[in-house]
């Protein structure tokens, strides 16, 4: 069975603009090679907020070659339906205090990974939280 993979901005960032001598860049250039190689691995969907993300966060490579090395991913749209989900887990985790920032993003990606049946992949540490919280969320629906 085929894993379909959404990469956060930040993994790919690193992947594709890594700063040299950086470990987790090399990490992150390295899981991207992995999955680029691997045949039972789609790495092709991102979404318009990951996309702003990597472009607008570029600093080695211009934004047209970032775009370029971008164009095999396919850009799923996103709906209501994954805006509202997202603000049910950050909802759901202020019941529970569990700190979320409300300027980031992740809640969206990961609700957007859930929503379309993808693996988010990232080097997050709030990733694990918030999948915890959606499955959390689930359980309690």
Not at 96 to 122: M, Q, Y
Request: hydrophobic share 40%; aromatic share 8%.
């Amino acid at each position: 069975m085929t894993r379909r993979i959404l990469p956060d901005a930040n993994l790919l960032i690193g992947a594709f603009d890594g700063e040299p001598d950086n470990p987790e860049h090399e990490a992150a250039y390295q899981r991207v090679k992995d999955w680029l190689l691997d045949p039972d691995v789609k790495l092709s969907s991102t979404t318009p907020l990951v996309l702003y993300e990597v472009l607008r966060g570029v600093r080695r490579v211009s934004v047209d070659e970032m775009e370029t090395r971008l164009k095999g991913f396919d850009i799923f749209d996103v709906h209501a339906r994954e805006a509202r989900r997202a603000v049910e887990i950050f909802r759901f985790a202020k019941d529970r205090s569990v700190p979320l920032d409300k300027r980031s993003f992740d809640v969206f990606h990961c609700v957007c990974a859930e929503i379309n049946g993808l693996e988010i992949a990232s080097q997050d540490g709030d990733i694990g939280k918030i999948q915890q919280l959606i499955q959390d969320n689930k359980q309690n629906a």
